[in-house]
């Protein structure tokens, strides 16, 4: 044991890491650790190091680093190791293990395993650590990962090696890594979990924490970001959260959202849907909202199938049909929605071939109007929300479940690289990073319709008063 003391080294850490190490030091139970911050503040490098300690003090002290894929592994965190291994003089006492990605401590028998989650996250329960024993896993570059799924599946099969006694059966768990581009990736929410917890410690050091480590080629790029891009230098060096730019909906936000009681209080003089019928193999949407007799617009509810989800099946036309008159007429006998029975109703269908087998079916089997958009204009559309959003126009319901993916939509829509920083107008022949847009087309079909036909909608109820 001595011996092994002798030859562990003394590492060097900046002062921004001294409370994130001695935290796990000093841990007396199982401790999580969340390092969310900017790049090049040192996580990568100073948790390597750390771990790399850890191999010296006790035999199978054993490590494991993941990543959302194995297929990162070799190029990153597993060479980063090697890296550090090298620079810091130590490759006598380690073995690299290159195909099978593990670097062994030949003094300790201590192992560090590399490992990918996202693909399979039910994988992990097949890893067995040498002598069942585990002392550090670290999820490196954690936002990339899809959802907090995998992270919760690898802490709970992991907390069965929990060490003996020697190492008070502590097992430390750290999560690390940059913002997403996202301020509604699920990352967030997840800090926010971790912040109140009381096992779980945050952190966020950035660059200029660990400046004197960096090179200076690096400081002198970083410096450039910030005085020439100061919304990207925020984003990416700063770690804040936003919505970095790119986002079709910068202007979505908390001020687009109203609540029932709102609702409840104005006057609703129209309902008008919007049908984005599946094509092939995307999702079927349908929005419902109402117009107020102010000219607001407030998306309520919506009932989207996404074929995805039930084995890729889409469903046939009379079949969707049939699903969503369902839903409608349920939709109107809540009681909190009674009062919207007696509006004039109209169903705005996509004018792509799907949505006309939908108008004959919807026409003869309710008492709603059914109109059809002439054809998809993307940037004049978008231009429509956009402005509605700044106005004050367009409402969405909060807290009601089904409108998720509605808001998951407008908050993470992209244009593509090429388009950033663009004016709307200029952007005419060059296209939209088109994902999931189903239900915001939906929602849009609605609005268009709201908006520009709105005296048309006048002309059938007297309480309108337009704008
Ligand atoms: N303790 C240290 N000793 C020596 N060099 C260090 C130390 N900490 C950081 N560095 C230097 O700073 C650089 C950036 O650190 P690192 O890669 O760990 O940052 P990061 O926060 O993981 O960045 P990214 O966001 O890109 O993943 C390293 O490549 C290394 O050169
Ligand atoms: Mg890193």
Not at 78 to 105: D, G, H, R, T
Not at 253 to 259: F, H, L, R, W
């Amino acid at each position: 044991m001595e011996n092994r003391i002798r030859v562990a080294p003394k590492f060097q850490f900046p002062e921004s890491f001294e409370p994130i190490i001695a935290g796990l030091r000093d841990a007396n139970e199982t401790l999580n650790e969340t390092l969310l911050s900017g790049r090049d503040s040192g996580k990568t490098w100073n948790i390597a190091q750390y771990a790399i300690g850890l191999t010296f003090e006790e035999n199978y002290n054993n490590i494991l680093f993941i990543r959302a894929t194995k297929s990162q592994i070799a190029n990153s965190i597993f060479s980063q190791c090697i890296n550090i291994i090298k620079e810091l003089k130590l490759e006598p006492f380690f073995k690299i293990k290159y195909k099978v990605q593990e670097i062994v401590n030949v003094i300790t028998n201590s192992t560090i395993y590399f490992d990918g989650i996202d693909e399979d996250p039910y994988a992990i329960k097949g890893f067995t650590p040498r002598m069942n024993k585990i002392a550090l896993v670290v999820f490196e570059e954690y936002t990339e990962l899809s959802s907090r799924m995998p992270i919760d599946i690898t802490i709970e099969t992991l907390i069965r090696f929990r060490g003996s006694d020697q190492n008070k059966g502590t097992i430390k768990f750290v999560k690390m890594g940059n913002p997403s581009r996202w301020n509604n990736h699920w990352s967030w929410e997840d800090l926010e979990i971790d912040k109140i917890n009381p096992k779980t410690k945050v952190f966020h050091p950035i660059w200029t924490d660990i400046k004197s480590y960096l090179n200076p080629h690096t400081v002198e790029y970083i410096e450039n970001v910030r005085d020439t891009n100061p919304r990207y230098y925020r984003f990416a060096y700063l770690g804040e959260r936003m919505s970095y730019e790119g986002l079709v909906y910068p202007q979505f936000d908390n001020s687009c959202m109203v609540d029932r009681k709102w609702l409840d209080e104005r006057v609703p003089v129209a309902i008008i849907c919007g049908l984005d019928p599946a094509s092939k193999r995307d999702k079927t949407a349908f929005t419902i909202s109402c117009l107020l007799n102010s000219g607001e617009f407030v998306v309520m509810d919506m009932w989207c199938y996404n074929p995805k989800e039930f084995g890729n099946e889409p469903l046939s036309p009379s079949q969707q049909t049939e699903r969503f008159m369902d839903y409608f007429s349920k939709f109107f006998n809540k009681p909190q929605n009674f009062k919207f029975r007696g509006l004039p109703r109209y169903i705005v269908c996509d004018p792509a071939n799907g949505g006309m087998d939908l108008e004959i079916k919807i026409n003869y089997s309710r008492d709603v109007a059914v109109v059809n958009v002439d054809k998809k204009e993307r940037l004049k559309d978008i231009e429509r929300n956009t402005n509605a959003m700044a106005t004050g126009r367009l409402k969405i319901l909060k807290n009601v479940d089904a409108l998720k993916p509605l808001i998951d939509e407008l908050s993470t829509m992209i244009w593509r690289e090429q388009t950033i920083g663009k004016e709307l107008k200029q952007l005419k022949s060059t296209q939209l990073t088109i994902g999931e847009d189903d239900c915001h087309d939906s929602m849009t079909y609605a609005l268009r319709f709201a908006l520009n036909d709105a005296r048309f909608v006048q002309y059938n109820s007297k309480l309108f008063v337009g704008r």
